[in-house]
Antibody, heavy 126, light 108 residues
Framework: QVTLKESGPVLVKPTETLTLTCTVS??????????VSWIRQPPGKALEWLAH???????SYSTSLKSRLTISKDTSKSQVVLTMTNMDPVDTATYYC??????????????????WGKGTTVTVSS | DIQMTQSPSSLSASVGDRVTITCRAS??????LNWYQQKPGKAPKLLIY???SLQSGVPSRFSGSGSGTDFTLTISSLQPEDFATYYC??????????FGQGTKVEIK
């Protein structure tokens, strides 16, 4: 059974750095062409993709948040870590991690997020 | 960045109704389009990937279609458990992914 679990602080102060950890089980972070994404959702608002990392260590970031985000993985620990610097109250949200899976046909790889963690709520307040 | 626009933002429907949600991309994304369902307080759930492939375990009343810039999610006969918010998401390039703003399906 594939599971992902987010962990991190519930409350951070403005200007602090947020560090979130996604611990996965049931699959390996070294599985070819698979990966992990981070997504967030402010209260009452839409989903926002933040970043992802693939098994080959390819990383991508949201254009609007790129300067503040860093994603990394520790395959031996089955963990993916996301750091976000200079936190602000507008960053208050539920943060999810999700497994990236793929399908291959007609010579192309089609990626999608098929298993999600339950999310962790982060509040930014002094 | 590729922008995804869903319509409508919300809709009211009755059990048994046929429901259609539209998603439009700001540029051609071929079939690199996924659909998710989210219920209040829960994580999103994958319904459709690659525009029209039904995820394992998802009821066949859900279907997806489209290619290029225009896509549709259809629920053929709305069930009580389908009242939720639905999101499209493009995965055209691994460099940047985006979600639509969501469509809330409510009980009429």
């Amino acid at each position: 059974q594939v599971t992902l679990k987010e962990s991190g602080p519930v409350l951070v102060k403005p200007t602090e750095t947020l560090t979130l950890t996604c611990t996965v089980s049931g699959f390996s972070l070294s599985n070819a062409r698979m990966g992990v994404s981070w997504i967030r959702q402010p209260p009452g608002k839409a989903l926002e993709w933040l970043a992802h990392i693939f098994s080959n260590d390819e990383k991508s970031y949201s254009t609007s948040l790129k300067s503040r985000l860093t994603i990394s993985k520790d395959t031996s620990k089955s963990q993916v870590v996301l750091t976000m610097t200079n936190m602000d109250p507008v960053d208050t949200a539920t943060y999810y991690c999700a497994r990236i899976n793929y399908d291959f046909w007609s010579g192309r790889y089609y990626y999608y997020m098929d298993v999600w963690g339950k999310g962790t709520t982060v509040t930014v307040s002094s | 960045d590729i922008q995804m626009t869903q319509s409508p933002s919300s809709l009211s429907a009755s059990v048994g109704d046929r429901v259609t949600i539209t998603c439009r991309a700001s540029q051609i994304i071929s079939s690199f389009l996924n659909w998710y369902q989210q219920k209040p307080g829960k994580a999103p759930k994958l319904l459709i990937y690659a525009a029209s492939s039904l995820q394992s375990g998802v009821p066949s009343r859900f279907s997806g279609s489209g290619s290029g810039t225009d896509f549709t999610l259809t629920i053929s006969s709305l069930q009580p458990e389908d009242f939720a918010t639905y999101y499209c998401q493009q995965s055209y390039s691994t460099l940047s992914w985006t979600f639509g703003q969501g469509t809330k399906v409510e009980i009429k």
